[in-house]
């Protein structure tokens, strides 16, 4: 793995019982780059999520990247019982770190909040609290679980550039799953699409005119374009 590289991935498998979920699938993320992908339901795009986050085993292949890449649920999971100050700093133990836990709330607009508890949070706050604790850690990796697809769509929209401002300042590699193709067309530097347990295709965003790309998509997905495409 170059130093430019997040993660590769070689040839990786990954069954439950009979079934082959994920089979000899190849993948390579560089750091700073920003992976969508997209996938029908049931493909496998969590169960090859969990398997990068070391949350689940594998049956074959090889994942070349940091062992505990930073994870952002649908869900923020936080801490309940634990000021947000005390969410971002969990585990943390250098004065490096605290400075580090300090700029990250405040790059999510959260200053000033370190006292206050997750329950006093909205939603996109809560996610936002999230993104500053994946980010203490200055990761290499980044796995985003459809962790916007919880909000109203204003608040989403918000998240997107801030997302984007984040990894173009701190340079993880990205893979955020997502049902949304917008979502994907609008954030991602490259969007795959699994399928047959594989990536079936891969499409840089900067290539292909958004609604191009959005038609494109849908197709891929066997989703009949609508009219917004036409
Ligand atoms: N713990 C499990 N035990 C058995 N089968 C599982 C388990 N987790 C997932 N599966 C199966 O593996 C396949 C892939 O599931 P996975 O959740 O990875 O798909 P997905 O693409 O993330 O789906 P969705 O888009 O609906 O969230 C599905 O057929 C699912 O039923």
Redo the contacts with the bound molecule.
């Keep these: 793995m170059t130093t430019d590289t997040a993660v590769i991935v070689r040839n990786l498998r990954r069954s439950?019982?009979e079934?082959v979920?994920i089979d000899g699938l190849d993948l390579t993320i560089r750091k700073g780059e920003f992976v969508a992908l997209l996938?029908e339901?049931?493909?496998?795009?969590?169960?090859?999520l969990r398997a990068l986050a070391g949350l689940d085993p594998v049956n074959g292949g090889q994942i070349d990247g940091p062992k505990q890449p930073a994870v952002v649920f649908q869900e923020h999971r936080l801490l309940p019982w634990a000021s947000l100050w005390e969410n971002v700093t969990l585990g943390v133990d250098t004065a490096q770190g605290r400075k580090q836990a300090e700029a990250a709330l405040g790059e999510v607009g959260l200053a000033g909040r370190e006292e206050d508890w997750p329950r006093n949070l909205s939603g996109g706050q809560a996610q936002r609290v999230a993104l500053a604790r994946a980010l203490v850690r200055e990761p290499q990796l980044m796995l985003l679980d459809e962790p916007f697809a919880a909000l109203d769509a204003l608040t989403r929209i918000k998240m997107h550039v801030l997302i984007r401002e984040l990894v173009a300042r701190h340079r993880p590699g990205v893979l955020l799953?997502t049902?949304d193709v917008d979502e994907a067309i609008a954030i991602a530097d490259r969007i795959l699409v699994?399928r047959n347990g594989g990536i079936a295709a891969s499409y840089l965003t900067a290539d292909i005119a958004p609604p191009k790309l959005r038609e494109t998509l849908l197709q891929e997905l066997g989703v009949e374009s609508d009219s917004r495409a036409a």
């Design positions: 439950y019982g079934r979920v996938g339901s049931g493909c496998g795009k969590t169960t090859l799953v049902h699994m």
